[in-house]
Protein backbone atom coordinates (compact mmCIF):
# COMPACT_ATOMS: atom_id res chain seq x y z
CA UNK A 1 0.00 0.00 0.00
CA UNK A 2 2.89 2.37 0.40
CA UNK A 3 4.17 1.83 -2.27
CA UNK A 4 1.18 3.26 -4.53
CA UNK A 5 0.80 5.47 -2.03
CA UNK A 6 3.76 7.57 -2.63
CA UNK A 7 3.56 6.63 -6.53
CA UNK A 8 0.29 8.41 -6.86
CA UNK A 9 1.70 11.16 -4.99
CA UNK A 10 4.43 11.50 -6.82
CA UNK A 11 2.52 11.60 -9.97
CA UNK A 12 0.35 13.91 -8.58
CA UNK A 13 3.42 16.29 -7.64
CA UNK A 14 4.60 15.66 -11.07
CA UNK A 15 1.08 17.04 -12.41
CA UNK A 16 1.10 20.00 -9.95
CA UNK A 17 5.12 21.30 -10.67
CA UNK A 18 4.22 20.97 -14.44
CA UNK A 19 1.39 23.09 -14.34
CA UNK A 20 1.24 26.66 -15.40
CA UNK A 21 -0.45 29.42 -14.95
CA UNK A 22 -2.22 30.53 -18.70
CA UNK A 23 -1.69 34.33 -19.08
CA UNK A 24 -4.00 36.07 -21.73
CA UNK A 25 -1.59 38.09 -24.24
CA UNK A 26 -4.03 41.08 -24.13
CA UNK A 27 -2.31 44.27 -24.89
CA UNK A 28 -3.17 46.96 -23.07
CA UNK A 29 -4.46 48.45 -26.64
CA UNK A 30 -6.77 45.77 -27.35
CA UNK A 31 -8.45 46.01 -24.10
CA UNK A 32 -9.03 49.46 -24.16
CA UNK A 33 -10.31 49.30 -28.10
CA UNK A 34 -12.81 46.11 -26.43
CA UNK A 35 -13.93 49.21 -24.21
CA UNK A 36 -14.65 51.61 -26.57
CA UNK A 37 -16.12 49.32 -28.92
CA UNK A 38 -18.49 48.13 -26.07
CA UNK A 39 -19.08 52.10 -24.63
CA UNK A 40 -20.29 52.26 -28.68
CA UNK A 41 -22.28 49.37 -28.44
CA UNK A 42 -23.80 50.39 -25.44
CA UNK A 43 -24.83 53.93 -27.22
CA UNK A 44 -26.05 52.57 -30.24
CA UNK A 45 -28.05 50.64 -27.91
CA UNK A 46 -29.23 53.11 -25.98
CA UNK A 47 -30.30 55.39 -29.21
CA UNK A 48 -32.37 52.87 -30.43
CA UNK A 49 -34.54 52.27 -27.80
CA UNK A 50 -34.90 56.41 -27.53
CA UNK A 51 -35.94 56.37 -31.17
CA UNK A 52 -38.15 53.35 -30.59
CA UNK A 53 -39.79 55.88 -27.40
CA UNK A 54 -40.03 58.64 -29.91
CA UNK A 55 -41.39 56.45 -32.40
CA UNK A 56 -44.22 55.12 -29.86
CA UNK A 57 -45.05 58.70 -28.48
CA UNK A 58 -46.03 59.71 -32.44
CA UNK A 59 -48.20 56.68 -32.46
CA UNK A 60 -50.30 57.91 -29.41
CA UNK A 61 -49.89 61.21 -30.83
CA UNK A 62 -52.01 59.81 -33.84
CA UNK A 63 -54.14 57.98 -31.66
CA UNK A 64 -55.63 61.33 -29.92
CA UNK A 65 -56.99 62.45 -33.42
CA UNK A 66 -59.23 59.42 -33.61
CA UNK A 67 -62.67 58.25 -32.29
CA UNK A 68 -63.66 55.02 -30.28
CA UNK A 69 -66.46 53.82 -32.62
CA UNK A 70 -67.14 50.66 -30.36
CA UNK A 71 -66.54 49.07 -27.68
CA UNK A 72 -64.36 46.80 -28.93
CA UNK A 73 -62.03 49.78 -30.01
CA UNK A 74 -62.26 50.65 -26.45
CA UNK A 75 -61.05 47.81 -24.96
CA UNK A 76 -58.06 47.71 -27.06
CA UNK A 77 -57.19 51.29 -26.23
CA UNK A 78 -57.08 50.63 -22.79
CA UNK A 79 -55.27 47.16 -23.47
CA UNK A 80 -52.47 49.50 -24.98
CA UNK A 81 -52.38 52.01 -22.57
CA UNK A 82 -51.81 49.40 -20.07
CA UNK A 83 -49.22 47.96 -21.99
CA UNK A 84 -47.47 51.45 -22.79
CA UNK A 85 -47.53 52.47 -19.24
CA UNK A 86 -45.87 48.61 -18.58
CA UNK A 87 -43.34 49.63 -20.85
CA UNK A 88 -42.90 53.00 -19.56
CA UNK A 89 -42.10 51.63 -16.19
CA UNK A 90 -39.29 49.39 -17.76
CA UNK A 91 -38.03 52.22 -19.77
CA UNK A 92 -37.69 54.26 -16.48
CA UNK A 93 -35.97 51.43 -14.42
CA UNK A 94 -33.69 50.96 -17.39
CA UNK A 95 -33.17 54.70 -17.32
CA UNK A 96 -32.04 54.39 -13.75
CA UNK A 97 -29.67 51.40 -14.38
CA UNK A 98 -27.90 53.00 -17.34
CA UNK A 99 -27.54 56.81 -14.80
CA UNK A 100 -26.00 54.85 -11.94
CA UNK A 101 -24.09 52.58 -13.64
CA UNK A 102 -22.97 54.89 -16.91
CA UNK A 103 -23.76 58.34 -16.50
CA UNK A 104 -22.20 58.96 -13.27
CA UNK A 105 -18.78 58.52 -15.36
CA UNK A 106 -19.75 60.48 -17.76
CA UNK A 107 -20.44 57.66 -20.55
CA UNK A 108 -23.35 57.73 -22.42
CA UNK A 109 -23.78 60.76 -21.31
CA UNK A 110 -25.86 62.79 -23.79
CA UNK A 111 -27.36 59.55 -25.19
CA UNK A 112 -29.13 59.21 -21.51
CA UNK A 113 -29.87 62.13 -21.14
CA UNK A 114 -31.81 61.65 -24.61
CA UNK A 115 -33.32 58.57 -23.33
CA UNK A 116 -34.88 60.40 -20.16
CA UNK A 117 -36.90 63.17 -22.30
CA UNK A 118 -38.15 60.70 -24.52
CA UNK A 119 -39.45 58.52 -21.70
CA UNK A 120 -40.96 61.97 -20.06
CA UNK A 121 -42.56 63.01 -23.59
CA UNK A 122 -43.95 59.45 -24.14
CA UNK A 123 -45.50 58.95 -20.61
CA UNK A 124 -47.12 62.55 -20.69
CA UNK A 125 -48.71 61.30 -24.10
CA UNK A 126 -49.88 58.23 -22.70
CA UNK A 127 -51.39 60.16 -19.92
CA UNK A 128 -52.92 62.82 -22.40
CA UNK A 129 -54.82 59.71 -24.23
CA UNK A 130 -55.63 58.29 -21.13
CA UNK A 131 -57.52 61.91 -20.66
CA UNK A 132 -58.86 62.60 -23.91
CA UNK A 133 -60.58 58.97 -24.27
CA UNK A 134 -61.72 58.40 -21.19
CA UNK A 135 -62.24 61.21 -19.28
CA UNK A 136 -62.59 64.16 -21.27
CA UNK A 137 -64.50 62.56 -24.48
CA UNK A 138 -67.09 61.74 -21.80
CA UNK A 139 -67.23 65.07 -20.07
CA UNK A 140 -70.77 66.38 -20.91
CA UNK A 141 -68.88 69.85 -20.01
CA UNK A 142 -65.89 69.89 -22.10
CA UNK A 143 -68.17 68.61 -25.04
CA UNK A 144 -70.61 71.49 -24.72
CA UNK A 145 -67.83 73.35 -24.56
CA UNK A 146 -66.13 71.75 -27.74
CA UNK A 147 -69.40 71.60 -29.62
CA UNK A 148 -69.05 75.67 -29.80
CA UNK A 149 -65.98 76.12 -30.87
Same mark, same amino acid.
Given at each position: ?26 ? @? ?28 ? @? ?81 ? @? ?8
Amino acid at each position: METSVLTIGKQICEVITHDKIITPKIS @EQERVNRLLDTINLTRLKITKMTSKLTNLD @ELFTKLSWLNITNSEEEILIKKVIIQAKKHHSNSLKNYILLKNTLSKDGICKIEIVNYKNAIDDFEDTVLEIEQIFFNLRKDD @EFNSLLNSI
